[in-house]
C-alpha cells in the first residue's frame, strides 16, 4: 500500500458545526503532515507530527484541534469555523520528519464553511 | 528561510509540444520534489531529485545543487499534463516549502 487516504472528499459544514476529517496510511511513515491550500496558492503547512508527537505548530488557530491517535492515523478536528477556513485541506506522510525524506500527499478534503 | 521560484508562472501549449519548466532555491537542499496537482487537487509526487537526473515516461527531471536549480521536462505533451507543477523544497525540521507552482494547460 502506498496511499495517503483522506476522508471525506467533500464536506460542508455550518459555523456552529464540529466535524473531522480523517488520514490514514500503511507505508509505516512516522512523521504525518496536515497542510491548507487555498485557491490558485500553494500548500501551507499547518502541523507536524512525529512518532505520534506533535512536532510542529504552524501558529494555527485552536479552532482546529490534529490528533495521532496512532501511527497509521491522523485526524484534524474542526469547530467553531469561519468561512475564510474554507478551502483544501492536505494530509501527507514521510519515512521521518526531516530534510531526506520524500512525500506523498493524500487527494485531500474540499471543505467548505457557510 | 528557504526561498523557491518557481517560472513560467503559466503556459499554454498544443499537444505534441515540449516543455521545461524551472524552479530555483536559495539555500543548499537535501531535499526537492516535483509535484502535479491535477484539476481534482490531488497532488501527485513526480519526482524526489535533491540532485542528478531522473526520467519517468515523458517526464524527466534534473537538479543542479550546486547551482541552486531544478529543471521539469515535459515531452510530447498531452491534455491530461494539465495542471499546476509546484517544486518543493525540504527545510531542516521536515517542512516542505512550495514555489508558487506552474498552471500548464495543454489544447488539442
Known amino acids: 500500500d502506498t496511499e495517503v487516504t483522506q476522508t471525506p472528499k467533500h464536506l460542508v459544514m455550518g459555523m456552529t458545526n464540529k466535524k473531522s476529517l480523517k488520514c490514514e496510511q500503511h507505508m509505516g511513515h512516522r512523521a504525518m503532515y496536515w497542510y491548507k491550500q487555498k485557491a490558485k496558492k500553494p500548500p501551507e503547512l499547518m502541523f507536524v507530527?512525529?512518532?505520534?508527537?506533535?512536532?510542529i505548530n504552524e501558529s494555527v488557530p485552536s479552532r482546529f484541534s490534529p490528533e495521532c491517535p496512532n501511527s497509521s492515523l491522523l485526524n484534524l478536528h474542526l469547530h467553531a469555523l469561519q468561512p475564510e477556513d474554507s478551502a483544501l485541506y492536505l494530509c501527507?506522510?514521510?519515512?521521518?520528519?526531516?530534510?531526506?525524506?520524500?512525500?506523498?500527499f493524500g487527494s485531500g478534503t474540499r471543505l467548505t464553511v457557510v | 528561510g528557504i526561498q523557491v521560484e518557481q517560472s513560467p508562472p503559466d503556459l499554454i501549449l498544443q499537444e505534441g509540444a515540449n516543455s521545461t519548466l524551472r524552479c530555483n532555491f536559495s539555500?543548499?537542499?537535501?531535499?526537492l520534489q516535483w509535484f502535479h496537482q491535477n484539476p481534482w487537487g490531488q497532488l501527485i509526487n513526480l519526482f524526489y531529485i535533491p540532485s542528478g537526473t531522473k526520467q519517468n515516461g515523458r517526464l524527466s527531471a534534473t537538479t543542479v545543487a550546486t547551482e541552486r536549480y531544478s529543471l521539469l521536462y515535459i515531452s510530447s505533451s498531452q491534455t491530461t499534463d494539465s495542471g499546476v507543477y509546484f517544486c518543493?523544497?525540504?527545510?531542516?525540521?521536515?517542512?516542505?516549502?512550495f514555489g508558487q507552482g506552474t498552471e500548464l494547460s495543454v489544447k488539442p
Open positions: 518543493a523544497v525540504g527545510n531542516q525540521g521536515g517542512k516542505l516549502i
Open positions: 501527507a506522510s514521510s519515512q521521518r520528519q526531516g530534510r531526506n525524506y520524500g512525500y506523498t
Open positions: 507530527y512525529s512518532y505520534e508527537k506533535l512536532s
Open positions: 539555500d543548499s537542499v537535501n531535499n
